[in-house]
């Protein structure tokens, strides 16, 4: 660990100490200068000839994939032990292969030796080699042979060398603004005859990741291309560090003569659909870990996804026997560095009753036969059982603590919900499910409770629930039970307003394909108004009543209705239209961000059916999405209109609800709910709901509604050093709604500050309705609008709704 700290600090001061050397020797500094624009921009007018000399050859590799955690919080050390996780450990993986690439990116690697450390069925490991050539690095990350770079870098020469057997320069890439992100930090060695890169120590951010890539290379038949790639990530969340290397040596090197690969047609290509259903422990555990791996492999490969070339990648998996044997690994090894292989990880709950522990994306770490104790009252918990030879255990009970899900509301009290859910798997996320869910309120002492059959598949995802239970008036964005009670009981501001329903719901989501999914569902129900039923509170906060169960709402007044029936479906299209997509043997892999995500729905209730009391139709259409505009700033946006018609009997039950929460404190929903949770990103634009009454502005008629925010990296305060040192985000966002039953119009918009203490977000703005700000007060026209939010990074295991 220590020799990590110091490597960049000799590195640093090495550097200056040449620098200082090299400008004795260099009586002009202008000529210098001259000189260095002059070397460097011939390397930038030569790096796409370069990039393609870079293809057509083959050659054989050798990885190694190093990951370990620095530091675990001591409250999770003695849970994570049960499932393979330990700190200073290095879990690691090796991979041997042979390759060759066409002249158009197309690869195809026969690996005949892969192993690993911790117990997990060998795989082969991803051949990283991130292309300085390009304009752009990785995540959009500014390489400094980029047509932009002397925009954004200055250049300074400190010596000359000979390298990959070429004349060479060493020049320092210095950000023109140095806490930038996605943009490199350190030395480049360019050949003086045409430029070529044959030497690169670089440093970059990208987000809360640090990385840092060192290359060497060699020449071959007057082409200079890569010996080693060795890139280190390092990251820290919510009290978790951890750090992962990679190393390849490639060698052996044929140009030329590679026949064309031959891809398969588009529609032989099975997706891998990326969203994925994972425990909260696994998700919340393995965003360092998992982070650092998965990013580093597939965002700074050449031709990641995101660069839209779409490059296909064959994988041969056809083990050397031989390669059983350390002495074998030895004499692959031997004239290369690398780091050293610990053959046995000494994971303390290694067992026959613990599924080996596999440190990828979309491995499960899990925990079978523990001991009764506690702890397996008051938390949730999985138990497994049966043979897990293919990585996952087929029975699962999953228990539901009433302990984690309890909490008050001015119906029913103080209210408790659990369960135990029993899976049964047939593949790792093909699995079927029975789920019941009880509920009980000790102010009414009253029980309640559902029944839920579930099979899921990655492509399907069908069920049937039935029962009596409790439901909000915004099913679509519902505001957090447990926030709402701690609101309830220290403000007496309670903001869930709920009604009763008996039901049976069918529902069913078809995913097409990442571009393309349909859902579906249909509900018989009969739904029960609801009143308060309580006063109860912890402090009497400005001596005030709490409001009625019944919403507030501008458009109709009173929406207190009485019991009725409703037979209601409902049905979705979503569509990405422009995905980026990549190919690794038979599958086809997709960026979710790179396309916005287009939804109609409809939505409506038929009177005629099974003599229900509700009738009415709606349909809306939306689209949202998340970008860049430019490399510190990030724009996203969701906007949505539709209309009721042929309305002829509906409660507010019914209406159209906006997303919305005048809670102070609240937990903050992602702006762009399409995006894979789990991949970084993710984590750190977040978005404000509106600064209303969810209910306030709710219609049955025609509706706009528009949602924008502006993300940056580099503003004001985050500017500052000890903000960046923070990981400090800030942030704009203008909101605008428009219903034309009565012709509101209402308007908002504020600042941010994201990041504080890496989850919580504080935001304030102001508000227009109908032309003139709102008047909290008498003596106010213009009333700032304060929030704390709980940033969405800490809610693991939110699927989204697709």
């Not at 603004?177 to 996605?182: A, C, L, P, S, V």
């Not at 480049?188 to 840092?212: C, M, N, Q, R």
């Not at 049937?464 to 519902?478: E, W």
């Not at 009738?615 to 809306?620: G, I, K, P, S």
Request: proline fraction near 4%.
């Amino acid at each position: 660990m220590l020799k990590d700290f110091i490597r960049p600090l000799i590195l640093f001061l090495s550097l200056c100490c040449y620098h200082y050397t090299a400008n004795a020797f260099h009586s002009n500094t202008s000529d210098s200068s001259l000189y260095t624009i002059q070397a460097v921009k011939k390397a930038i007018q030569n790096a796409p000839k370069h990039d393609l000399q870079q293809a057509n050859f083959s050659a054989e590799t050798y990885i190694q994939n190093t990951g370990k955690w620095n530091r675990i919080p001591s409250i999770w050390k003695n849970l994570l032990k049960k499932e393979g996780l330990e700190s200073k450990l290095e879990y690691q993986s090796e991979s041997y292969a042979k390759f060759r690439v066409d002249s158009s990116y197309n690869y195809v690697f026969d690996y005949q030796a892969a192993r690993n450390n911790y117990h997990a069925e060998p795989h082969a490991d991803k051949f990283v080699n991130p292309n300085f050539y390009k304009p752009e690095v990785g995540p959009s990350a500014i390489s400094p042979l980029s047509p932009k770079a002397l925009h954004y870098y200055d250049f300074k020469w400190i010596g000359s060398d000979v390298l990959a057997g070429k004349e060479a320069d060493w020049f320092l890439i210095i950000p023109k603004h140095d806490n930038d992100e996605k943009v490199f930090s350190g030395k480049i060695a360019l050949s003086k005859e045409d430029g070529w890169i044959v030497g690169l120590d670089v440093f970059v951010k990208h987000y809360a990741i640090k990385y840092h890539f060192e290359i060497s290379f060699e020449t071959v038949q007057q082409v200079v291309l890569p010996s080693k790639y060795q890139i280190k990530a390092s990251g820290k969340l919510m009290g978790f560090e951890g750090e992962y290397q990679y190393i390849s040596h490639v060698w052996n090197y044929k140009l030329g003569q590679i026949a064309p690969i031959i891809r398969p047609q588009e529609h032989q290509f099975r997706e891998i659909y990326n969203i994925q259903e994972r425990n909260f422990e696994v998700q919340q555990f393995k965003q360092v870990m998992g982070t650092l791996g998965s990013n580093l492999e597939n965002t700074w490969s050449d031709a990641n996804i995101r660069s839209g070339l779409r490059r296909y990648d064959k994988i041969n998996l056809d083990i050397l026997p031989e390669s059983q044997s350390s002495k074998w690994w030895d004499n692959l090894k031997q004239s290369y560095q690398a780091q050293k292989y610990i053959p046995t990880l000494s994971i303390s709950a290694v067992s026959k009753s613990t599924l080996p522990p596999q440190p990828d994306e979309y491995s499960t770490y899990r925990q079978a036969n523990l001991k009764f104790g506690v702890g397996s009252i008051l938390f949730s918990r999985s138990y497994f059982w049966g043979d897990n030879s293919r990585g996952f255990y087929p029975h699962e009970i999953y228990y539901k603590s009433p302990v984690l899900d309890f909490n008050f509301n001015t119906v029913e009290g103080f209210v408790q919900n659990t369960g135990a859910l029993y899976r049964f798997r047939k593949a790792r996320y093909d699995w079927f499910e029975i789920d019941p869910t009880w509920r009980y309120s000790y102010n009414l002492q009253k029980s309640s409770g559902t029944l839920k059959l579930r099979w899921k598949t990655q492509q399907d995802d069908i069920s049937v629930t039935g029962g009596k239970f409790v439901s909000q008036y915004n099913v679509d964005t519902p505001i957090a039970f447990d926030l709402n009670s701690l609101s309830t009981l220290l403000l007496k501001k309670n903001y869930v307003k709920i009604y009763e329903k008996e039901f049976i719901n069918f529902n069913l989501v078809e995913r097409i394909s990442n571009t393309l999914a349909i859902r579906g569902s249909a509900e018989w129900a009969r739904r029960f108004p609801l009143e308060n039923t309580t006063d109860y509170y912890w402090i009497n906060f400005q001596n005030t009543p709490y409001l009625p169960n019944n919403p507030e709402n501008k458009e109709i007044g009173n929406t207190e209705f009485k019991t009725n029936t409703a037979f209601s479906v409902s049905f979705q299209v979503n569509y990405r239209p422009t995905l980026k997509k990549q190919y690794r043997n038979n599958i086809r892999m997709v960026d979710l961000s790179s396309s916005p995500l287009i939804m109609f729905k409809y939505r409506g209730a038929f009177s005629e059916v099974l003599k229900t009391d509700i009738d009415f139709h709606t349909v809306e259409l939306g689209i949202t999405h998340n970008f860049p505009i430019s490399l510190n700033t990030n724009f996203n946006y969701i906007a949505q209109a539709g209309t009721f018609f042929d309305v002829k009997n509906m409660t507010f039950a019914d209406y159209k609800h906006f997303n919305g929460n005048n809670n102070m404190i609240s937990i903050g929903d992602m702006l762009t709910t399409h995006r894979l949770v789990g991949f970084y990103d993710n984590y750190v634009w977040g978005a404000s709901k509106k600064f209303i009454d969810p209910f306030l502005y709710s219609t049955n008629g025609t509706y706009i509604d528009i949602m924008t925010m502006v993300g940056m990296r580099k503003f004001l305060i985050s500017r500052l050093n000890i903000a960046r040192k923070l990981a400090l985000r800030e942030e704009f966002f203008a909101n605008y709604m428009y219903t034309a039953n009565k012709n509101f119009h209402y308007a908002e918009f504020g600042y941010g500050i994201d990041g504080i203490a890496r989850i919580f977000r504080l935001e304030f703005g102001y508000r227009l309705e109908n032309g003139t700000f709102t008047k909290d007060t008498p003596t106010s026209r213009i009333t700032p609008i304060i929030r704390i939010s709980l940033n969405s990074r800490v809610r693991g295991g939110v699927t989204p709704d697709w």
